[in-house]
C-alpha cells in the first residue's frame, strides 16, 4: 500500500472540490483546493479595492500578502494575513477575481510551489485546473470533471442560495461561461485534460456517487502489488 496523488480537474461548478474532499475523507488523505489559493489571492486584493488586474500595481499591492495553510484532519484551512477564510472565498466576484489572477506568472508560480510542497509526500487529494498537467504530472491517478451547463448552474445556484448569496441563474450561468472561457483561453496553465486523464461527467451522478467512483479508482492504485 502507497500513498498515492490524486489531481481532480476541470471545469467550475462540477463537483470538484466536494467530490476531492470526500474522497481524502475515505482514504484518510489531505485535500488540497487549489483553487481556494487564488480565491484568497483575489480575496486579499478585493480587500484593497482592486477589482480589476492591472499587471503594473499588482506586485507593490501583492507584497504583504501572506498565505498560510494549515491542517485540520482532511482539510487543509486557509490564512490570508493571520485571517481564517471559508465562505468568504465562495463570492461569485472572489471567483471573477481569481479567475483573472490566475493568469498572473509569477503569482501561478508561487502558488504552485506551495501545492507542490504541500503534496511531495503523496497521501492528498489536490483539485483545480492545471494539477495533473502542470503541477503533478506524474500524479497517479489524475480526473477530469465535466457536466453540462445546465447542471453546473444548478448546483452552483443552489449552493450560493444556501450560503445566503443572493444571484439569479441568469447570472451564475454568465459567470461560469465567462471562467470557462478565460481559464481554457490564457497562455500560462490554461484548463486542459491531461491526455492521461479519466473523464468524469457528473451530469447526472450525485455527489457520493462520485465519490465512490474516484474512489474505486483510487483504491485499485493503492492496494495493486508494488512492481518488484
Ligand atoms: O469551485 P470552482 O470550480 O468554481 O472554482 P475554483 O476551483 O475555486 O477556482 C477559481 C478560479 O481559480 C478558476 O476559475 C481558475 O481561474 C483559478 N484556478 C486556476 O487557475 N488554477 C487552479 N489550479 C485552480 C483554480
Redesign the pocket.
Known amino acids: 500500500m502507497r500513498p498515492i496523488v490524486i489531481a481532480i480537474?476541470?471545469?467550475?461548478?462540477?463537483g470538484?472540490?466536494t467530490t476531492a474532499q470526500g474522497v481524502a475523507e475515505l482514504l484518510g488523505y489531505l485535500h488540497i483546493?487549489?483553487?481556494?489559493?487564488?480565491?484568497a489571492a483575489?480575496w486579499y486584493l478585493l480587500q484593497k479595492q482592486v477589482r480589476h488586474i492591472d499587471e503594473e500595481n499588482l506586485p507593490e499591492l501583492m507584497s504583504s500578502f501572506s498565505l498560510d495553510m494549515e491542517r485540520r484532519g482532511t482539510e487543509m484551512l486557509i490564512y490570508v494575513n493571520g485571517k481564517l477564510l471559508r465562505d468568504e472565498?465562495?463570492q461569485p466576484e472572489?471567483?471573477?477575481l481569481?479567475?483573472?489572477?490566475?493568469?498572473i506568472a509569477w503569482l501561478?508560480e508561487r502558488?504552485?510551489r506551495e501545492?507542490r510542497r504541500l503534496g511531495e509526500k503523496g497521501g492528498i487529494v489536490?483539485?483545480?485546473?492545471?494539477?495533473g498537467t502542470?503541477?503533478f504530472p506524474q500524479a497517479d491517478l489524475k480526473v477530469f470533471m465535466q457536466a453540462d451547463i445546465q447542471a453546473r448552474v444548478e448546483r452552483?445556484y443552489k449552493e450560493l442560495i444556501a450560503q445566503g448569496i443572493p444571484t439569479t441563474r441568469e447570472a451564475v450561468e454568465k459567470e461560469?461561461l465567462e471562467?470557462?472561457q478565460?481559464?481554457e483561453t490564457?497562455p500560462i496553465?490554461p484548463?486542459r485534460r491531461a491526455p492521461d486523464a479519466r473523464i468524469l461527467d457528473t451530469s447526472h451522478l450525485t455527489i457520493p456517487e462520485q465519490i465512490a467512483i474516484v474512489t474505486k479508482w483510487a483504491e485499485v492504485l493503492i492496494y495493486a502489488p508494488s512492481p518488484s
Open positions: 480537474d476541470g471545469y467550475a461548478a462540477t470538484k472540490s483546493d487549489s483553487g481556494a489559493m487564488y480565491r483575489a472565498l465562495r472572489i471567483g471573477i481569481a479567475s483573472e489572477v490566475s493568469g501561478r502558488l504552485i501545492q489536490m483539485d483545480g485546473r492545471d494539477i502542470v503541477v452552483r461560469l471562467r470557462d478565460r481559464d490564457r496553465s484548463l
